[in-house]
DNA sequence: CACTTGACCTGTCCGC
DNA sequence: TGCGGACAGGTCAAGT
């Protein structure tokens, strides 16, 4: 479930941590999430300096004074944890501590990485999320930053520019459009229903069938909903943490997402959930109506 | 070409 | 209690 929100906020935490560590070790049990040779690992990964720490879209890069930089995506059990071996101890003495997780590596770590007096790790359950070391000015090459759509917080990105980005996918369903990454970067299954609840506009509506004052509308909201989440920490439902391995609290402002038979805040009817683009989607069937 | 569906994985939950 | 199957949802490949 890392998403836009969850992703810039596993960045600000890590922004906060790493610069300057340097790589000692590196640790993977399972290739897929980290494909790369051990002879580029030995090169440009053991050894190098962390400099700095971006986000792209929902990828997370690491960049490192080799002129190389850790990609990372973290797909929907990823995990990224900094834990210092103070930290580490404390909970081999029994100490409680506000992390969600326990002693690591547990079973879901994949990959380790060794810093001064503290460990990187990526825990992944579902081993769909990787990380791949490659050179930074090659990202920009990859097919999903050449493809990507612009980020929805940008200053530069209006609501004009959104609308024209929609109508790209005008004959499909509003809650595809908003998912699809080449259409707006960093928008996910939580935050498209919580932004189409707000601007009271049915998930499966056509895009060519929505007035432009409702999609400005969905601009403003998307972007109040992305604003408030990254306040938040982010959406925690079940794996997701940030940085230092705590919970984020957007799910306990949400408004429609995983709130299935419960009253919709607005007109007290009940929350019911669908599938639409193949995602389960939580729609308010009073406030947000398909027309035609 | 535009769009939809299935595969990649593991853990959890539900019904029998 | 155990077991099969549905479900979770980001992205890419394959299918319509």
């Known amino acids: 479930m890392p998403e836009l929100p969850e992703v810039e906020t596993v960045r600000i935490g890590l922004a906060n941590l790493l610069p300057n560590q340097k790589i000692k070790a590196v640790w993977s049990d399972w290739s897929k999430s980290f494909p790369n040779s051990q002879a580029d690992i030995?090169?440009?990964?053991i050894g190098a300096k962390i400099t700095g720490v971006r986000r792209r879209a929902k990828v997370l890069l690491i960049d490192l004074d080799t002129a190389y930089s850790l990609v990372i995506h973290l797909k929907m059990t990823?995990?990224?944890?900094?834990?210092?071996?103070?930290d580490q101890l404390r909970f081999g003495a029994g100490h409680p501590?506000?992390?969600?997780?326990?002693?690591?590596?547990?079973?879901?770590?994949?990959?380790?990485?060794?810093?001064?007096?503290?460990?990187?790790?990526?825990?992944?359950?579902?081993?769909?999320?990787?990380?791949?070391?490659?050179?930074?000015?090659?990202i920009e090459n990859l097919d999903f930053f050449k493809k990507?759509?612009?980020e929805p917080l940008a200053a530069?990105?209006?609501?004009?520019?959104?609308?024209?980005?929609?109508?790209?996918?005008?004959?499909?369903?509003?809650?595809?459009?908003?998912?699809d990454q080449t259409v707006i970067a960093g928008i996910g299954n939580i935050y498209a229903d919580e932004s189409l609840w707000g601007a009271k506009i049915?998930?499966?509506?056509?895009?060519?069938e929505i007035p432009a004052a409702k999609l400005k509308t969905l601009f403003s909201e998307m972007q109040y909903v992305l604003k408030l989440a990254i306040e938040k920490g982010g959406s925690t439902d079940k794996n997701?943490?940030?940085a230092e391995g705590k919970r984020g609290s957007?799910?306990?402002?949400?408004?429609?997402?995983?709130?299935?038979?419960?009253?919709?805040?607005?007109?007290?009817?009940?929350?019911?959930?669908?599938?639409v683009a193949g995602r389960g989607t939580h729609t308010c069937p009073a406030c947000q109506i398909l027309t035609k």
């Open 42 to 45: 030995e090169a440009f990964l």
């Open 78 to 86: 990823g995990q990224i944890v900094f834990r210092s071996d103070d």
């Open 97 to 138: 501590n506000e992390s969600l997780i326990g002693r690591l590596p547990d079973k879901s770590t994949r990959v380790v990485l060794t810093l001064d007096g503290a460990k990187l790790f990526f825990n992944d359950q579902r081993k769909f999320g990787w990380m791949r070391l490659m050179p930074t000015v090659e």
């Open 148 to 150: 990507v759509g612009p």
């Open 156 to 179: 530069e990105f209006t609501a004009t520019h959104f609308i024209e980005r929609l109508h790209r996918r005008k004959n499909t369903t509003i809650k595809a459009a908003l998912l």
């Open 202 to 208: 049915h998930p499966a509506q056509r895009v060519s």
């Open 240 to 242: 997701y943490v940030n």
């Open 250 to 275: 957007y799910m306990s402002f949400a408004r429609v997402f995983r709130r299935e038979n419960l009253p919709c805040p607005r007109c007290g009817t009940t929350i019911i959930k669908s599938r």
